[in-house]
């Protein structure tokens, strides 16, 4: 049933989703316009990578920027900087938090941090969760937007005093910023003003901007010429990292200006969504270019009404459902720019289709 | 004074060492003729990653291969796995090995893994060292050739005595083979065959064979299996890793075939300084594409001396100069494309100059 389902979603011309298939042109698009005579970093050293560093610091508005080969890493090593500076090695965060889900515990394994779950899973994290700790912390992750609850974040007030909190507690704040291109047109701020309020902050290139991979992880001056230490220790100090940074730069450049439209879009579509009968999504109203889908049918029933109306419209809804509580199921969203080459009207006749069929 | 000399050496057309300049047609070369519609791999899966994995298996007779960004990652990962396996946390290698050196002690400091210097600075490890060893080791990591002493290597009598003896005392044996491929024509025998006698290998994509980064770890089916859980909590596996791969294979299609002329090469250019009056060669005879130069003089002397003929021959023999004990000094030298380029007669005017200025 679901490798029917990816298949019919893989052969469909248009994609709700994303950025296009992840290939090899994704590279070979970055490259066309790069001189073949661009000298290589060598181990953390040379214009491609120091350039592109000085550029992230400037725009997240700290004093020093790092690229690193994942997020994984990069958070991981923060967090143990934060720790041996406060001499506490407990940090809080989000039930959802990638570092307690999608990282096989490796900042617990390779260091001695103890993490504690803040708020609820179905709901962002807020103030009242954190007065209500009970125990030490060195450091608070806030990620912005919260991934595992659709893209939902704090409100402005509400953000800005968690970090006041925090700072009256001596406690630092890190940002995880996987996404937080795609959160800064809801905000109405620039990612300096999203970040102002945090010690250190890690943006990612290939969700939102659709880069290959790699990561930023950016703070005060000492702290991330530590965090580079602590790279080579990790080896992710790569004796060349520019397959990953020449992407990044070039999908910043052309992306980060849309993200206001994907907003936009990701707004309309959760709208067609929200007026299905059976369908619903988190949170309603998307505060990026993110939101959940949910049905209130069973599983099965959806796979067979997307996949009907997947091959008849040509366009690719979602190659995956994962099933939830009894008789849930769901999938996530992201728009990107192949949200663009849809038509509207095929677009319109094709969850209109859905609907019906999933009201019989 | 040092300056000079890289400026001097980077002006020059011909180089004695290495492939050429590190700069971006390093990528596009390996990228003209890939397909764009090429799938990228998705952390660790899809055919790029797992097609490359399954031929470096086979290549070094392993059962299961796994790519990595780097050696560092791959090989503290190893060591972890093999401690915990053996219940014994200390590990055995040469004091020149890359992990005490280089990887800011990551596995002192991410593992609970102490390390045993064994044999000395200035030669290989031998058998009698080991027998020698009061302390119980889980593994034994030899590195093929020994870099920091010009790529030396233990007779293949003496490697096999080593690993017999390391079965008999149930150690694990672990070959970093950084350059690997670049000591088989010295052996005279297939990489299977080198590896034949070690539980689990590491392999480089970027010193003899050029390509961009990466590294395969090989081993036992479940080992590496494990490996890829410890991959993930290092924050190595990432959602591609297609750049490296690609690049990998690319030039280890065309380079693997030259290992023997780079190594006949070697020799050769090796003979040419210690037919020098104050300049030797360690080894004196190489056993791989790489030696080291060591000057009787002070680096003032010879870096004014190599300035003057790199700057009239056009030929580049080194950027570098370290200062040693009380006049000495050196530099490596490792064969590669480079060399093919350069005018014998040229070369050989160069160095016979060379040995003149440095005689008076």
């Known amino acids: 049933m679901y490798s029917k389902l990816a298949e019919s979603y893989k052969n469909t011309t248009y994609k709700l989703d994303g950025h296009g298939a992840r290939d090899m042109k994704v590279l070979k698009n970055a490259f066309d316009s ?73 900042l617990k394994v390779l260091h001695p941090i103890e993490s504690v779950l803040l708020g609820e899973k179905d709901r962002v994290l ?39 909190y925090c700072k009256k507690k001596v406690i630092k704040t890190h940002l995880d910023g996987a996404r937080l291109w795609e959160v800064s047109p809801y905000y109405d ?17 290939y969700k939102g901007l659709g880069g290959i991979a790699g990561a930023i992880l ?13 790279k080579r220790r990790y080896g992710g100090d790569l004796i060349s990292l520019y397959p990953y940074i020449v992407s990044a730069a070039y999908y910043l450049d052309q992306r980060l200006d849309k993200m206001p439209l994907y907003y936009e879009q990701a707004k309309v579509l959760a709208g067609y969504y929200n007026r299905m009968k059976s369908v619903y999504t988190v949170p309603e109203i998307p505060v990026s270019n993110m939101f959940h889908v949910y049905f209130h ?45 849809i038509p509207k009207e095929t677009l319109e006749a094709c969850l209109l289709e859905l609907d019906t069929i999933l009201s019989t």
């Not at 041996?84 to 570092?99: F, G, K, S, T």
């Not at 970040?195 to 943006?203: E, H, Q, R, T």
């Not at 950016?218 to 602590?230: H, I, L, Q, R």
Request: aromatic share 10%; proline share 3%; charged share 25%.
């Open 34 to 106: 790069v001189d073949s005579n661009t000298r290589a970093d060598a181990y953390g050293k040379g214009a491609v990578i120091n350039d592109f560093e000085a550029k992230m610091a400037h725009m997240l508005g700290k004093e020093k920027a790092v690229f690193f080969p994942s997020g994984t890493m990069a958070q991981q090593i923060a967090l143990r900087m934060w720790c041996d500076e406060e001499e506490i090695h407990q940090v809080a965060y989000h039930p959802l938090c990638h570092l307690e889900l999608y990282e096989e515990d490796g």
């Open 126 to 164: 807020t103030l009242k969760d954190l007065m209500a700790l009970d125990t030490d912390i060195s450091t608070l992750v806030i990620e912005l937007p919260q991934r595992g609850i659709g893209g939902q974040c704090p409100t402005w007030d509400e953000l800005n005093a968690i970090l006041d």
């Open 189 to 205: 701020k620039s990612l300096s003003d999203i970040c102002a309020g945090f010690d250190s902050v890690y943006v990612s290139f």
């Open 218 to 230: 950016a703070g005060p001056d000492a702290f991330m010429e530590k965090s580079k230490v602590w």
């Open 297 to 341: 049918k069973d599983a099965e029933q959806v796979v067979h009404a997307i996949v009907q109306v997947m091959d008849k419209y040509n366009v690719g809804i979602t190659p995956y459902i994962i099933e939830n509580k009894d008789q849930d199921c769901m999938f996530e969203m992201a728009v990107g720019d192949a949200y663009q080459d």
